[in-house]
Protein backbone atom coordinates (compact mmCIF):
# COMPACT_ATOMS: atom_id res chain seq x y z
CA UNK A 1 0.00 0.00 0.00
CA UNK A 2 1.27 3.38 -0.89
CA UNK A 3 1.29 5.67 2.24
CA UNK A 4 2.39 9.03 3.05
CA UNK A 5 5.83 9.61 4.92
CA UNK A 6 6.98 11.29 7.45
CA UNK A 7 8.51 14.15 5.46
CA UNK A 8 5.03 14.85 3.73
CA UNK A 9 3.15 14.79 7.24
CA UNK A 10 5.30 17.35 8.01
CA UNK A 11 4.40 19.34 4.59
CA UNK A 12 0.80 19.07 6.05
CA UNK A 13 1.82 20.87 9.31
CA UNK A 14 3.65 23.39 7.60
CA UNK A 15 0.65 24.48 5.27
CA UNK A 16 -1.80 24.36 8.13
CA UNK A 17 0.61 26.91 9.93
CA UNK A 18 0.53 29.18 7.35
CA UNK A 19 -2.99 29.35 6.76
CA UNK A 20 -3.66 30.24 10.48
CA UNK A 21 -0.80 32.78 10.36
CA UNK A 22 -1.51 34.50 6.98
CA UNK A 23 -5.54 34.65 6.76
CA UNK A 24 -5.22 36.90 4.15
CA UNK A 25 -4.56 34.53 1.52
CA UNK A 26 -7.84 32.79 2.31
CA UNK A 27 -11.01 33.72 1.32
CA UNK A 28 -14.47 32.86 3.06
CA UNK A 29 -18.40 33.99 2.87
CA UNK A 30 -19.34 34.41 6.35
CA UNK A 31 -22.98 33.94 7.25
CA UNK A 32 -24.70 35.24 10.32
CA UNK A 33 -25.61 31.24 11.51
CA UNK A 34 -22.02 31.20 12.10
CA UNK A 35 -21.82 33.58 14.77
CA UNK A 36 -23.91 32.20 16.68
CA UNK A 37 -22.36 30.42 19.71
CA UNK A 38 -23.02 26.42 19.12
CA UNK A 39 -23.96 26.53 23.12
CA UNK A 40 -27.79 27.79 21.36
CA UNK A 41 -27.86 24.19 20.12
CA UNK A 42 -30.84 22.36 21.72
CA UNK A 43 -29.72 18.49 21.48
CA UNK A 44 -32.82 16.41 19.87
CA UNK A 45 -33.25 13.78 22.23
CA UNK A 46 -37.05 12.50 21.94
CA UNK A 47 -37.82 13.48 25.94
CA UNK A 48 -36.06 15.99 27.40
CA UNK A 49 -34.46 18.76 24.63
CA UNK A 50 -31.32 19.85 26.53
CA UNK A 51 -28.82 23.05 25.43
CA UNK A 52 -25.79 21.85 24.30
CA UNK A 53 -23.73 24.21 27.01
CA UNK A 54 -25.71 22.78 29.55
CA UNK A 55 -25.17 18.56 28.73
CA UNK A 56 -23.20 16.50 30.43
CA UNK A 57 -22.62 13.92 27.47
CA UNK A 58 -19.50 13.80 25.13
CA UNK A 59 -21.42 14.83 22.35
CA UNK A 60 -19.75 16.15 18.84
CA UNK A 61 -22.03 19.07 16.58
CA UNK A 62 -21.35 19.46 13.18
CA UNK A 63 -23.89 22.31 11.36
CA UNK A 64 -25.27 23.22 8.43
CA UNK A 65 -23.33 25.79 7.63
CA UNK A 66 -20.09 24.07 8.24
CA UNK A 67 -21.39 20.81 6.09
CA UNK A 68 -22.02 23.74 3.27
CA UNK A 69 -18.32 24.98 3.29
CA UNK A 70 -16.70 21.34 4.01
CA UNK A 71 -15.13 19.46 0.58
CA UNK A 72 -17.91 16.63 0.70
CA UNK A 73 -21.10 15.70 -1.14
CA UNK A 74 -22.48 13.08 1.40
CA UNK A 75 -23.27 11.81 4.47
CA UNK A 76 -20.63 9.58 4.28
CA UNK A 77 -17.78 11.61 3.75
CA UNK A 78 -19.31 14.73 6.55
CA UNK A 79 -19.00 11.84 9.45
CA UNK A 80 -15.32 11.22 8.12
CA UNK A 81 -14.38 14.18 9.62
CA UNK A 82 -16.30 14.00 13.27
CA UNK A 83 -14.18 13.32 15.79
CA UNK A 84 -14.09 9.46 17.64
CA UNK A 85 -15.86 8.36 14.31
CA UNK A 86 -14.46 5.32 11.89
CA UNK A 87 -16.00 5.57 8.94
CA UNK A 88 -15.12 2.93 6.41
CA UNK A 89 -16.54 3.05 2.69
CA UNK A 90 -16.40 -0.14 0.69
CA UNK A 91 -17.23 2.04 -1.97
CA UNK A 92 -16.70 5.93 -2.73
CA UNK A 93 -19.31 8.14 -3.61
CA UNK A 94 -21.53 7.23 -1.24
CA UNK A 95 -21.80 3.08 -2.76
CA UNK A 96 -21.60 1.84 1.27
CA UNK A 97 -20.50 2.77 4.17
CA UNK A 98 -20.00 0.89 7.88
CA UNK A 99 -19.76 3.34 11.09
CA UNK A 100 -18.06 2.55 14.30
CA UNK A 101 -17.69 5.13 17.66
CA UNK A 102 -15.17 4.93 19.82
CA UNK A 103 -13.55 1.70 18.51
CA UNK A 104 -16.98 0.14 18.33
CA UNK A 105 -18.39 -2.45 15.13
CA UNK A 106 -20.88 -0.76 12.37
CA UNK A 107 -23.72 -3.09 14.50
CA UNK A 108 -22.91 -1.42 17.69
CA UNK A 109 -23.83 2.12 16.36
CA UNK A 110 -27.04 3.71 16.09
CA UNK A 111 -28.21 5.88 13.01
CA UNK A 112 -31.11 7.92 14.00
CA UNK A 113 -33.27 11.03 11.59
CA UNK A 114 -35.20 13.36 13.67
CA UNK A 115 -34.59 10.68 16.80
CA UNK A 116 -36.51 8.11 14.55
CA UNK A 117 -33.93 4.74 13.93
CA UNK A 118 -32.82 3.73 10.72
CA UNK A 119 -31.41 0.52 11.89
CA UNK A 120 -31.94 -2.49 9.89
CA UNK A 121 -32.48 -5.77 11.49
CA UNK A 122 -30.92 -8.00 8.52
CA UNK A 123 -27.54 -6.19 8.61
CA UNK A 124 -25.81 -3.03 9.87
CA UNK A 125 -24.28 -2.60 6.56
CA UNK A 126 -27.29 -0.54 5.29
CA UNK A 127 -27.95 1.88 8.23
CA UNK A 128 -26.24 4.65 6.18
CA UNK A 129 -28.65 4.01 3.27
CA UNK A 130 -30.11 6.75 3.69
CA UNK A 131 -32.16 9.18 1.02
CA UNK A 132 -31.55 12.47 3.15
CA UNK A 133 -29.32 14.72 0.80
CA UNK A 134 -26.80 17.22 2.73
CA UNK A 135 -28.99 20.50 2.10
CA UNK A 136 -31.47 19.12 4.02
CA UNK A 137 -29.49 18.47 7.02
CA UNK A 138 -29.64 21.24 9.80
CA UNK A 139 -26.89 19.64 11.80
CA UNK A 140 -25.50 16.08 12.63
CA UNK A 141 -25.30 15.07 16.35
CA UNK A 142 -23.15 12.48 17.38
CA UNK A 143 -23.80 11.12 21.11
CA UNK A 144 -20.58 8.67 22.52
CA UNK A 145 -20.95 6.03 24.80
CA UNK A 146 -23.75 4.08 25.62
CA UNK A 147 -27.01 5.23 24.63
CA UNK A 148 -29.76 3.13 25.44
CA UNK A 149 -31.02 5.01 27.64
CA UNK A 150 -31.91 8.10 25.64
CA UNK A 151 -32.55 5.90 22.15
CA UNK A 152 -33.26 2.44 22.86
CA UNK A 153 -31.42 -0.77 21.78
CA UNK A 154 -28.33 -1.00 19.48
CA UNK A 155 -26.93 2.26 20.66
CA UNK A 156 -24.03 0.54 22.45
CA UNK A 157 -20.76 2.35 21.82
CA UNK A 158 -22.77 5.53 20.26
CA UNK A 159 -25.42 7.41 18.02
CA UNK A 160 -25.89 9.92 15.05
CA UNK A 161 -28.98 11.87 14.75
CA UNK A 162 -29.31 13.43 11.87
CA UNK A 163 -31.50 16.59 12.30
CA UNK A 164 -33.05 17.98 8.91
CA UNK A 165 -33.43 21.66 8.55
CA UNK A 166 -36.45 23.69 9.63
CA UNK A 167 -37.82 25.56 6.57
CA UNK A 168 -37.76 29.62 7.49
CA UNK A 169 -37.90 31.49 4.10
CA UNK A 170 -39.40 29.91 0.86
CA UNK A 171 -36.59 28.78 -1.79
CA UNK A 172 -35.74 26.13 -4.64
CA UNK A 173 -32.21 24.52 -5.09
CA UNK A 174 -30.28 23.51 -8.09
CA UNK A 175 -26.91 21.70 -7.63
CA UNK A 176 -24.66 20.17 -10.37
CA UNK A 177 -21.01 18.66 -9.72
CA UNK A 178 -18.76 16.62 -11.73
CA UNK A 179 -15.27 14.99 -10.95
CA UNK A 180 -12.35 13.05 -12.09
CA UNK A 181 -8.98 11.28 -10.85
CA UNK A 182 -8.04 12.20 -14.73
CA UNK A 183 -5.70 9.22 -14.95
CA UNK A 184 -5.95 7.38 -18.28
CA UNK A 185 -6.61 3.74 -17.00
CA UNK A 186 -7.01 -0.23 -18.23
CA UNK A 187 -9.32 -1.88 -16.40
CA UNK A 188 -9.33 -6.03 -15.99
CA UNK A 189 -11.26 -6.00 -19.35
CA UNK A 190 -8.88 -4.15 -21.12
CA UNK A 191 -10.85 -1.36 -21.60
CA UNK A 192 -9.54 2.03 -21.27
CA UNK A 193 -10.53 5.70 -20.42
CA UNK A 194 -11.10 7.78 -17.64
CA UNK A 195 -13.15 7.14 -13.83
CA UNK A 196 -15.35 10.27 -13.30
CA UNK A 197 -18.40 10.71 -10.65
CA UNK A 198 -21.04 13.48 -11.25
CA UNK A 199 -24.43 14.20 -9.69
CA UNK A 200 -28.08 16.85 -9.79
CA UNK A 201 -29.74 17.41 -7.41
CA UNK A 202 -33.03 19.54 -7.91
CA UNK A 203 -35.31 20.71 -4.56
CA UNK A 204 -36.85 23.52 -2.90
CA UNK A 205 -38.65 25.01 0.47
CA UNK A 206 -42.35 26.20 0.70
CA UNK A 207 -43.43 28.39 3.63
CA UNK A 208 -46.96 29.32 4.76
CA UNK A 209 -47.81 31.15 8.28
CA UNK A 210 -48.96 27.70 9.17
CA UNK A 211 -47.25 24.97 7.16
CA UNK A 212 -43.48 24.34 5.71
CA UNK A 213 -43.05 21.74 2.55
CA UNK A 214 -39.53 20.34 1.93
CA UNK A 215 -39.14 18.26 -0.92
CA UNK A 216 -35.45 17.64 -2.88
CA UNK A 217 -34.52 14.72 -5.43
CA UNK A 218 -31.16 13.73 -6.05
CA UNK A 219 -29.23 11.60 -8.94
CA UNK A 220 -25.54 10.52 -8.51
CA UNK A 221 -23.73 8.11 -10.91
CA UNK A 222 -20.10 7.14 -11.42
CA UNK A 223 -18.18 4.87 -13.28
CA UNK A 224 -16.03 3.83 -10.20
CA UNK A 225 -12.48 4.29 -9.66
CA UNK A 226 -11.73 0.90 -10.42
CA UNK A 227 -12.99 -2.05 -12.68
CA UNK A 228 -16.63 -2.83 -11.30
CA UNK A 229 -17.42 -0.25 -8.95
CA UNK A 230 -19.57 1.71 -11.12
CA UNK A 231 -22.45 3.09 -8.95
CA UNK A 232 -25.76 4.53 -9.51
CA UNK A 233 -27.96 6.38 -7.06
CA UNK A 234 -31.38 8.10 -7.09
CA UNK A 235 -33.06 9.85 -3.77
CA UNK A 236 -36.39 11.21 -2.92
CA UNK A 237 -36.93 12.94 0.15
CA UNK A 238 -40.02 15.06 1.56
CA UNK A 239 -40.68 16.48 4.79
CA UNK A 240 -43.54 19.08 5.96
CA UNK A 241 -44.48 20.75 9.22
CA UNK A 242 -48.00 21.63 9.92
CA UNK A 243 -48.84 23.98 13.29
CA UNK A 244 -52.34 23.80 14.32
CA UNK A 245 -51.89 26.23 17.02
CA UNK A 246 -49.37 27.47 19.05
CA UNK A 247 -49.39 24.43 21.04
CA UNK A 248 -50.20 21.66 18.39
CA UNK A 249 -48.02 20.45 15.49
CA UNK A 250 -47.69 17.50 13.04
CA UNK A 251 -44.64 16.12 11.32
CA UNK A 252 -44.22 14.00 8.04
CA UNK A 253 -41.31 12.66 6.76
CA UNK A 254 -40.73 10.45 3.79
CA UNK A 255 -37.50 9.04 1.60
CA UNK A 256 -36.50 6.69 -1.17
CA UNK A 257 -32.96 5.81 -2.51
CA UNK A 258 -32.41 3.04 -5.07
CA UNK A 259 -28.62 2.49 -5.09
CA UNK A 260 -27.00 0.16 -7.63
CA UNK A 261 -23.38 -0.76 -7.16
CA UNK A 262 -20.44 -2.64 -8.44
CA UNK A 263 -19.22 -4.67 -5.09
CA UNK A 264 -15.71 -5.91 -6.46
CA UNK A 265 -13.97 -6.73 -3.52
CA UNK A 266 -16.72 -5.76 -1.26
CA UNK A 267 -17.18 -8.76 0.78
CA UNK A 268 -15.88 -12.09 -0.87
CA UNK A 269 -12.18 -10.99 -2.33
CA UNK A 270 -10.88 -12.20 -4.48
CA UNK A 271 -13.53 -14.59 -6.21
CA UNK A 272 -15.94 -11.35 -6.18
CA UNK A 273 -14.83 -9.54 -9.11
CA UNK A 274 -18.12 -9.49 -11.13
CA UNK A 275 -20.33 -9.03 -7.57
CA UNK A 276 -22.85 -6.55 -8.04
CA UNK A 277 -25.66 -5.51 -5.15
CA UNK A 278 -28.86 -3.16 -5.50
CA UNK A 279 -30.16 -1.61 -2.15
CA UNK A 280 -33.66 -0.24 -2.18
CA UNK A 281 -34.65 1.39 1.46
CA UNK A 282 -38.27 3.74 2.04
CA UNK A 283 -38.58 5.28 5.21
CA UNK A 284 -41.81 7.11 6.32
CA UNK A 285 -42.99 8.65 9.54
CA UNK A 286 -45.80 10.73 10.80
CA UNK A 287 -45.63 12.54 14.66
CA UNK A 288 -47.04 15.32 16.64
CA UNK A 289 -46.15 17.36 19.34
CA UNK A 290 -49.04 18.52 22.04
CA UNK A 291 -48.31 21.09 25.23
CA UNK A 292 -51.42 20.74 26.73
CA UNK A 293 -50.12 23.12 29.88
CA UNK A 294 -47.24 24.98 30.55
CA UNK A 295 -45.74 21.63 32.33
CA UNK A 296 -46.66 18.78 30.06
CA UNK A 297 -45.51 17.74 26.86
CA UNK A 298 -46.44 14.88 24.42
CA UNK A 299 -45.30 13.70 21.42
CA UNK A 300 -46.73 10.34 19.70
CA UNK A 301 -45.12 8.99 16.24
CA UNK A 302 -45.39 6.31 13.97
CA UNK A 303 -42.66 5.29 11.67
CA UNK A 304 -41.96 2.34 8.66
CA UNK A 305 -38.57 1.32 7.08
CA UNK A 306 -38.78 -1.25 4.06
CA UNK A 307 -35.56 -2.30 2.83
CA UNK A 308 -34.67 -4.72 -0.19
CA UNK A 309 -31.01 -5.86 -0.65
CA UNK A 310 -30.31 -7.86 -3.68
CA UNK A 311 -26.75 -9.07 -4.01
CA UNK A 312 -25.52 -10.76 -7.13
CA UNK A 313 -22.11 -12.69 -6.86
CA UNK A 314 -22.11 -13.39 -10.81
CA UNK A 315 -24.10 -10.40 -12.33
CA UNK A 316 -24.07 -11.58 -15.45
CA UNK A 317 -25.56 -14.72 -14.34
CA UNK A 318 -28.63 -14.00 -11.67
CA UNK A 319 -29.34 -17.64 -11.65
CA UNK A 320 -26.62 -18.66 -9.20
CA UNK A 321 -25.25 -17.28 -6.57
CA UNK A 322 -27.59 -14.44 -5.76
CA UNK A 323 -29.03 -13.60 -2.39
CA UNK A 324 -32.47 -11.53 -1.81
CA UNK A 325 -33.65 -10.03 1.33
CA UNK A 326 -36.38 -7.57 2.43
CA UNK A 327 -36.91 -6.12 5.68
CA UNK A 328 -39.82 -4.56 7.25
CA UNK A 329 -39.82 -2.17 10.38
CA UNK A 330 -43.01 -0.92 12.50
CA UNK A 331 -42.55 1.60 15.04
CA UNK A 332 -44.45 3.55 17.78
CA UNK A 333 -43.40 5.86 20.40
CA UNK A 334 -45.07 7.86 23.00
CA UNK A 335 -42.62 10.69 24.89
CA UNK A 336 -43.78 12.73 27.74
CA UNK A 337 -41.72 15.65 29.45
CA UNK A 338 -43.43 17.00 32.35
CA UNK A 339 -41.59 20.90 34.02
CA UNK A 340 -41.34 20.68 37.73
CA UNK A 341 -39.84 23.06 40.22
CA UNK A 342 -37.15 21.23 40.65
CA UNK A 343 -36.13 19.40 37.13
CA UNK A 344 -38.07 17.71 34.20
CA UNK A 345 -39.42 14.30 34.14
CA UNK A 346 -39.12 12.51 30.59
CA UNK A 347 -41.23 9.07 29.88
CA UNK A 348 -41.62 7.63 27.25
CA UNK A 349 -42.27 4.07 25.24
CA UNK A 350 -41.81 2.09 22.27
CA UNK A 351 -42.51 -0.34 20.40
CA UNK A 352 -40.90 -1.97 17.09
CA UNK A 353 -42.37 -5.10 14.82
CA UNK A 354 -39.66 -6.67 12.56
CA UNK A 355 -39.46 -8.91 9.96
CA UNK A 356 -37.29 -10.39 7.08
CA UNK A 357 -37.64 -13.07 4.06
CA UNK A 358 -34.64 -13.77 2.68
CA UNK A 359 -33.04 -16.47 0.71
CA UNK A 360 -30.07 -17.28 2.76
CA UNK A 361 -31.49 -16.29 6.17
CA UNK A 362 -35.05 -17.43 5.99
CA UNK A 363 -38.21 -16.07 7.26
CA UNK A 364 -38.47 -14.57 10.62
CA UNK A 365 -40.51 -11.51 12.75
CA UNK A 366 -39.44 -10.86 16.32
CA UNK A 367 -40.69 -7.61 18.46
CA UNK A 368 -39.42 -5.11 20.51
CA UNK A 369 -40.99 -3.02 23.31
CA UNK A 370 -39.02 -0.51 25.46
CA UNK A 371 -39.66 1.69 28.18
CA UNK A 372 -38.11 5.00 29.78
CA UNK A 373 -37.96 7.25 32.56
CA UNK A 374 -35.36 10.23 32.92
CA UNK A 375 -35.31 12.64 35.56
CA UNK A 376 -32.78 15.98 34.73
CA UNK A 377 -32.56 18.68 37.09
CA UNK A 378 -30.07 21.98 37.78
CA UNK A 379 -31.85 22.68 41.19
CA UNK A 380 -28.04 22.01 42.55
CA UNK A 381 -26.23 25.28 42.14
CA UNK A 382 -23.59 25.00 39.63
CA UNK A 383 -24.64 21.06 39.06
CA UNK A 384 -26.05 19.03 36.43
CA UNK A 385 -27.94 15.85 36.58
CA UNK A 386 -29.24 13.66 34.35
CA UNK A 387 -30.16 10.15 35.63
CA UNK A 388 -32.52 7.65 34.26
CA UNK A 389 -33.12 4.00 32.94
CA UNK A 390 -34.18 2.39 30.21
CA UNK A 391 -36.24 -1.22 30.28
CA UNK A 392 -36.31 -3.58 27.55
CA UNK A 393 -38.34 -6.61 26.41
CA UNK A 394 -37.31 -8.53 23.36
CA UNK A 395 -39.45 -11.79 22.15
CA UNK A 396 -35.83 -13.27 21.78
CA UNK A 397 -33.78 -12.65 24.85
CA UNK A 398 -36.69 -11.22 27.49
CA UNK A 399 -36.58 -8.54 29.69
CA UNK A 400 -33.46 -5.99 30.56
CA UNK A 401 -32.38 -2.60 31.83
CA UNK A 402 -30.16 -0.57 31.49
CA UNK A 403 -29.97 2.35 33.62
CA UNK A 404 -27.05 5.22 33.40
CA UNK A 405 -26.45 8.32 35.36
CA UNK A 406 -24.86 11.78 34.00
CA UNK A 407 -23.22 14.29 36.48
CA UNK A 408 -21.46 17.51 35.79
CA UNK A 409 -20.00 20.38 38.18
CA UNK A 410 -18.97 23.86 36.90
CA UNK A 411 -16.26 24.19 39.42
CA UNK A 412 -14.90 27.74 37.94
CA UNK A 413 -17.03 30.13 35.71
CA UNK A 414 -15.34 28.64 32.80
CA UNK A 415 -14.73 25.53 33.40
CA UNK A 416 -16.86 22.35 34.19
CA UNK A 417 -16.12 18.92 35.04
CA UNK A 418 -18.36 15.65 34.01
CA UNK A 419 -18.86 12.17 34.77
CA UNK A 420 -21.13 9.40 33.22
CA UNK A 421 -21.84 5.68 33.60
CA UNK A 422 -23.98 3.73 31.39
CA UNK A 423 -25.12 0.51 30.39
CA UNK A 424 -26.23 -1.04 27.04
CA UNK A 425 -27.26 -3.34 24.43
CA UNK A 426 -27.10 -4.53 21.65
CA UNK A 427 -29.52 -7.63 19.84
CA UNK A 428 -27.97 -9.72 17.18
CA UNK A 429 -29.25 -8.82 13.16
CA UNK A 430 -30.82 -11.27 11.87
CA UNK A 431 -27.36 -12.23 9.40
CA UNK A 432 -25.91 -12.95 12.64
CA UNK A 433 -28.30 -15.37 14.01
CA UNK A 434 -29.67 -17.29 10.40
CA UNK A 435 -27.28 -16.42 7.82
CA UNK A 436 -26.46 -19.63 5.42
CA UNK A 437 -23.40 -18.35 3.07
CA UNK A 438 -21.80 -21.37 2.61
CA UNK A 439 -18.93 -21.73 2.33
CA UNK A 440 -18.21 -18.31 3.31
CA UNK A 441 -20.21 -17.77 6.37
CA UNK A 442 -23.15 -19.07 8.92
CA UNK A 443 -25.01 -17.85 11.48
CA UNK A 444 -25.51 -18.63 14.80
CA UNK A 445 -29.17 -18.76 16.40
CA UNK A 446 -27.63 -19.44 19.73
CA UNK A 447 -26.30 -16.23 19.86
CA UNK A 448 -26.61 -13.91 22.83
CA UNK A 449 -27.16 -10.25 22.94
CA UNK A 450 -24.06 -8.27 23.91
CA UNK A 451 -24.64 -6.06 26.94
CA UNK A 452 -21.97 -3.55 28.01
CA UNK A 453 -21.31 -0.54 30.40
CA UNK A 454 -19.11 2.78 30.27
CA UNK A 455 -17.72 5.18 32.38
CA UNK A 456 -16.60 8.53 31.19
CA UNK A 457 -14.90 11.22 33.08
CA UNK A 458 -14.38 14.82 30.89
CA UNK A 459 -13.27 18.14 31.53
CA UNK A 460 -14.68 21.29 29.29
CA UNK A 461 -13.42 24.81 28.87
CA UNK A 462 -15.38 27.69 27.25
CA UNK A 463 -14.72 31.27 26.56
CA UNK A 464 -16.22 33.05 24.28
CA UNK A 465 -15.95 31.55 20.66
CA UNK A 466 -13.32 29.01 22.29
CA UNK A 467 -14.62 25.44 23.61
CA UNK A 468 -11.83 22.88 24.46
CA UNK A 469 -12.56 19.61 25.96
CA UNK A 470 -10.58 16.44 27.28
CA UNK A 471 -11.75 13.07 28.50
CA UNK A 472 -11.19 9.73 29.24
CA UNK A 473 -13.33 6.32 29.02
CA UNK A 474 -13.36 2.70 29.56
CA UNK A 475 -16.12 0.19 28.46
CA UNK A 476 -16.38 -3.33 28.73
CA UNK A 477 -18.85 -5.20 26.05
CA UNK A 478 -19.65 -8.73 27.24
CA UNK A 479 -20.93 -11.45 24.84
CA UNK A 480 -18.96 -9.46 22.11
CA UNK A 481 -20.07 -10.85 18.76
CA UNK A 482 -17.43 -12.14 16.35
CA UNK A 483 -17.09 -13.68 12.99
CA UNK A 484 -14.38 -16.50 13.65
CA UNK A 485 -13.17 -19.15 11.63
CA UNK A 486 -10.55 -22.36 12.52
CA UNK A 487 -9.01 -22.42 9.14
CA UNK A 488 -9.34 -20.89 5.62
CA UNK A 489 -10.90 -24.00 4.21
CA UNK A 490 -14.03 -23.18 6.88
CA UNK A 491 -16.44 -20.93 6.69
CA UNK A 492 -16.91 -17.68 9.05
CA UNK A 493 -19.32 -18.20 12.04
CA UNK A 494 -20.68 -15.78 14.65
CA UNK A 495 -20.12 -16.43 17.87
CA UNK A 496 -20.20 -15.04 21.42
CA UNK A 497 -16.46 -14.24 22.53
CA UNK A 498 -15.42 -13.19 25.86
CA UNK A 499 -15.48 -9.28 27.15
CA UNK A 500 -14.08 -6.77 24.94
CA UNK A 501 -12.45 -4.09 26.22
CA UNK A 502 -11.38 -0.56 25.37
CA UNK A 503 -10.25 2.71 27.01
CA UNK A 504 -10.03 5.82 25.07
CA UNK A 505 -8.36 9.73 25.59
CA UNK A 506 -10.04 11.99 23.75
CA UNK A 507 -9.00 15.88 23.08
CA UNK A 508 -10.97 18.18 20.97
CA UNK A 509 -11.11 22.33 20.47
CA UNK A 510 -13.24 24.67 18.09
CA UNK A 511 -12.45 28.19 17.89
CA UNK A 512 -14.60 30.93 15.68
CA UNK A 513 -13.00 34.41 15.36
CA UNK A 514 -14.51 37.37 13.35
CA UNK A 515 -11.34 38.92 11.16
CA UNK A 516 -13.39 42.17 10.13
CA UNK A 517 -16.51 42.92 9.48
CA UNK A 518 -17.19 40.30 6.47
CA UNK A 519 -14.35 37.62 7.29
CA UNK A 520 -14.60 34.67 9.70
CA UNK A 521 -11.91 32.03 10.78
CA UNK A 522 -13.21 29.06 11.96
CA UNK A 523 -10.89 25.83 13.32
CA UNK A 524 -11.51 22.16 14.38
CA UNK A 525 -9.24 19.89 15.71
CA UNK A 526 -9.92 16.63 17.38
CA UNK A 527 -8.02 13.85 18.68
CA UNK A 528 -8.73 9.99 19.78
CA UNK A 529 -6.18 7.65 21.13
CA UNK A 530 -7.85 3.81 21.79
CA UNK A 531 -6.37 0.99 23.61
CA UNK A 532 -8.35 -2.24 23.39
CA UNK A 533 -7.82 -5.08 25.21
CA UNK A 534 -9.42 -8.49 23.69
CA UNK A 535 -9.28 -11.72 25.69
CA UNK A 536 -6.97 -14.03 24.26
CA UNK A 537 -8.68 -16.48 21.46
CA UNK A 538 -8.14 -20.30 21.03
CA UNK A 539 -4.68 -20.59 19.10
CA UNK A 540 -4.84 -20.46 15.83
CA UNK A 541 -8.73 -18.98 15.79
CA UNK A 542 -8.95 -16.54 13.07
CA UNK A 543 -10.99 -13.08 13.97
CA UNK A 544 -12.88 -10.64 11.65
CA UNK A 545 -13.68 -8.06 14.03
CA UNK A 546 -11.26 -8.09 16.85
CA UNK A 547 -8.56 -5.95 15.91
CA UNK A 548 -9.58 -3.39 13.05
CA UNK A 549 -10.73 -0.48 15.58
CA UNK A 550 -8.93 2.80 15.29
CA UNK A 551 -5.55 3.29 17.59
CA UNK A 552 -5.15 7.35 17.08
CA UNK A 553 -7.23 9.76 14.64
CA UNK A 554 -6.59 13.24 14.01
CA UNK A 555 -9.36 15.70 12.73
CA UNK A 556 -8.80 18.86 11.55
CA UNK A 557 -10.88 21.33 9.44
CA UNK A 558 -10.15 24.97 8.69
CA UNK A 559 -12.92 27.16 7.38
CA UNK A 560 -11.54 31.28 6.56
CA UNK A 561 -13.80 33.42 4.64
CA UNK A 562 -14.08 37.29 3.31
CA UNK A 563 -16.31 38.92 0.65
CA UNK A 564 -17.61 36.45 -2.10
CA UNK A 565 -15.12 33.44 -1.37
CA UNK A 566 -15.08 30.70 0.95
CA UNK A 567 -11.90 28.16 1.20
CA UNK A 568 -11.99 25.44 3.58
CA UNK A 569 -9.58 22.37 4.20
CA UNK A 570 -9.94 19.10 6.07
CA UNK A 571 -7.29 16.56 7.11
CA UNK A 572 -7.18 13.06 8.90
CA UNK A 573 -4.51 11.09 10.17
CA UNK A 574 -5.67 7.61 10.74
CA UNK A 575 -4.00 4.63 12.34
CA UNK A 576 -5.38 1.34 12.49
CA UNK A 577 -4.59 -1.48 15.66
CA UNK A 578 -4.21 -3.93 12.42
CA UNK A 579 -2.63 -2.00 9.28
CA UNK A 580 -0.34 1.18 8.69
CA UNK A 581 -1.69 5.06 9.66
CA UNK A 582 -2.29 7.13 6.23
CA UNK A 583 -2.94 11.11 5.75
CA UNK A 584 -5.96 12.27 3.97
CA UNK A 585 -6.13 16.00 2.68
CA UNK A 586 -9.15 18.03 1.16
CA UNK A 587 -9.31 21.21 -0.04
CA UNK A 588 -12.63 23.41 -1.11
CA UNK A 589 -13.02 26.78 -2.82
CA UNK A 590 -15.86 28.31 -3.57
CA UNK A 591 -16.67 32.02 -5.20
CA UNK A 592 -20.35 33.39 -4.95
CA UNK A 593 -22.15 35.81 -6.91
CA UNK A 594 -25.79 36.51 -6.59
CA UNK A 595 -27.61 33.52 -6.47
CA UNK A 596 -24.91 31.03 -7.81
CA UNK A 597 -22.05 29.35 -6.19
CA UNK A 598 -19.08 28.20 -8.11
CA UNK A 599 -16.89 25.38 -6.35
CA UNK A 600 -13.81 23.30 -6.55
CA UNK A 601 -13.01 20.21 -4.34
CA UNK A 602 -9.89 18.90 -4.57
CA UNK A 603 -9.97 15.73 -2.35
CA UNK A 604 -6.83 13.25 -1.31
CA UNK A 605 -4.98 15.76 -2.24
CA UNK A 606 -1.75 13.69 -1.27
CA UNK A 607 -2.43 11.09 -4.00
CA UNK A 608 -2.74 7.82 -0.36
CA UNK A 609 -3.56 4.21 -1.58
CA UNK A 610 -5.38 3.43 1.13
CA UNK A 611 -8.25 0.68 1.96
CA UNK A 612 -10.81 1.01 4.83
CA UNK A 613 -12.83 -2.35 4.17
CA UNK A 614 -13.10 -5.38 2.32
CA UNK A 615 -10.64 -5.41 -0.39
CA UNK A 616 -11.82 -2.00 -2.12
CA UNK A 617 -8.51 0.68 -2.55
CA UNK A 618 -10.37 4.16 -2.52
CA UNK A 619 -9.77 6.99 -4.80
CA UNK A 620 -6.48 8.82 -5.55
CA UNK A 621 -6.32 12.21 -5.76
CA UNK A 622 -9.78 13.73 -7.30
CA UNK A 623 -10.98 16.23 -8.53
CA UNK A 624 -14.63 18.17 -8.59
CA UNK A 625 -16.25 21.29 -10.12
CA UNK A 626 -19.75 22.23 -9.47
CA UNK A 627 -22.16 24.99 -9.67
CA UNK A 628 -24.97 25.48 -7.09
CA UNK A 629 -28.61 27.77 -7.51
CA UNK A 630 -29.98 28.98 -4.61
CA UNK A 631 -33.10 31.47 -4.83
CA UNK A 632 -35.13 32.42 -2.04
Request: aromatic content about 10%; glycine content about 8%.
Amino acid sequence: MKLLNHSSFKCIQIILIIALSHPSVVFGQVSERDTAQISEVIIEENRLQVPFNKNSRHIEIITYEEIRRMPVRTINEVLTHINGVDLRQRGPFGAQADIGIDGGSFEQTLILVNGIKMSDPQTGHHSLNLPIPLEAIERIEVVRGPTSRIYGINGLTGSVNIVTRKASSSEIFAQSYVGSSFKPVEDEAGRSGIYYGMGHQLGGQLVKDKHQHQLYLTTEKSNGQRYNTASEAFRAFYENKIRWSSQDEMQVMAGYIDNKFGANGFYAAPGDVESEEVVRTAIASIGSRHDLNDRLRISPRLSYRNNTDDYRYFRNDLSRARSEHETDVWAAELNARYHTNVGDVGLGAESRWERIESTNIGNHRRQNHGYYAEFRTEYIQDVLLNIGTYVNYNSQYGWQAFPGVDIAYNFLPKWRAAANVGSSQRIPSFTDLYLDQRPGNIGNANLRSENAWQAEGSVRFQDGNLIAQAGYFYRNVAQFIDWQRNSIDEPYQATNVDNNRMRGLHLSAEYISRLGAHAELKIRVGYNYLHPRVEATTDGVLSRYRIENLKHQLNNTISLGMGEWTFSTTNRFIERASTSSYVISDLRAAYHIGSFTLFADLQNLWDVTYVEAGAVPMPGRWQTIGLRYTRR
